[in-house]
């Protein structure tokens, strides 16, 4: 166990490490990864470094459900 030491730690998270290379793949803008239209992702839900709520699942399904045209852009 440390004392009085910093626990910084060794590793991200995973879905830090999804922020990371949603950011990476947006050219290092957050406002990239906000405005991201890849539904399709696997990686879409987990995009802005957090844990989606149902509720914004349920959202995201319904809006591709009701514009499937948008869900296949890449």
Do not use: Q
């Not at 004392?3 to 922020?19: A, E, H, L, N, Q």
């Amino acid at each position: 166990m440390l004392r009085g030491g910093s626990m910084d730690k060794i590793y991200d998270t995973p879905v830090k490490s999804i922020r990371k290379y949603c950011l990476e793949v947006c050219s290092l803008t957050p406002k990239g990864v906000r405005l991201c239209t890849c539904f399709d992702c696997p990686l879409y839900f987990y995009r802005m470094g957090k844990r989606p709520s149902k509720k914004t699942i349920e959202n995201v399904v319904k809006h591709k459900a009701k514009n499937p045209e948008l869900a296949k852009e890449k």
